[in-house]
């Protein structure tokens, strides 16, 4: 799958297994991603592009990754939602 800048993404596959996240950039193999308050455009996320799930088709506006201020505000008006600590580790089953 072809990812671009700007995309909601969501981990399929690790310890931040259902969290989402913007891409803020692509590598041959990896594709970085962040959620603009535990990984920050400053420390973003590699991720293996076989373990995210595309979430919105919504490329950024401009070539140049967001900020973390706008990558909060595109999750939170994407409708994506992060699994508090109880959803990731199986103990609420809602």
């Known amino acids: 799958m072809e990812f671009s800048v700007g995309q909601i993404v969501r981990s399929t596959a690790g310890r931040d297994h ?21 990984r920050t455009t400053a420390k973003p996320k590699a991720k293996n592009p076989l ?10 506006a401009k070539d140049v990754a967001p900020t973390d201020l706008e990558i909060r505000q595109i999750l939170s008006e994407g409708g994506g939602t992060t699994p508090d600590k109880e959803e990731r580790e199986g103990i609420f089953d809602g």
């Open 18 to 38: 259902g969290r989402e996240y913007v891409v803020i950039a692509i590598e041959p193999k990896r594709v970085l991603v962040a959620d603009g308050r535990v």
């Open 51 to 60: 373990h995210l799930q595309l979430v919105s088709q919504r490329p950024a």
